[in-house]
């Protein structure tokens, strides 16, 4: 890399420090070519990107972020993973290490907050935000469909015992 294009890496990864809402560090020594592409898939399917960069370039990167914290992290063969939702990138992440024992979990940061690999694995067990908001919309949906059950109900009778008088008299 030509020193032009490390500055522009630099910037380009302390962007996506300061605006990840999390970021997991992992060794992936032992990782195959086709194993690091099927967790880059996954992580982009699940909203996500995997990213090796080299540790000085990630050090200098992570200079005046929240994240800053976690530069003791990057040594030896590393490989970063973050996305916008703080519990995308570690469940993905997780998951991916508990098939691939090659992936080892070393720790990383959701906004301030530095995490290491317990942490991680407590976030990666959380709901992500979509499965939140669909758990909030279903607790919203379920009382206004209840309340409209209730409410109909009364007309519904008021319907059947009209019916059954207007029967009444045609029979008479």
Known sequence: MER????????????????????VVAHYA?????Q????????????GTVKVA?????KIALQGTD?????SLFQGQTVMAYSDDPVTAPKVAVEFAKANESLVVLGGAMGTTELDANGIKALASLPSLDELRAKIVG???TPASRIAQVVNAPAGQLA???NAYAQKDEAA
């Open 160 to 162: 059947r015992v009209m």
């Open 67 to 71: 994240a800053e914290g976690i530069t």
């Open 54 to 58: 080299k540790n000085s370039l990630a």
């Open 4 to 23: 032009a294009e490390k500055r522009e890496f630099v910037t380009q990864l302390n962007e996506v420090f300061k605006t990840s809402g999390s970021v």
């Open 30 to 34: 032992g990782l195959s070519v086709a």
């Open 139 to 141: 607790m919203i949906n």
């Open 36 to 47: 690091m592409n099927d967790l880059r898939s996954k992580m982009r399917e699940a909203g």
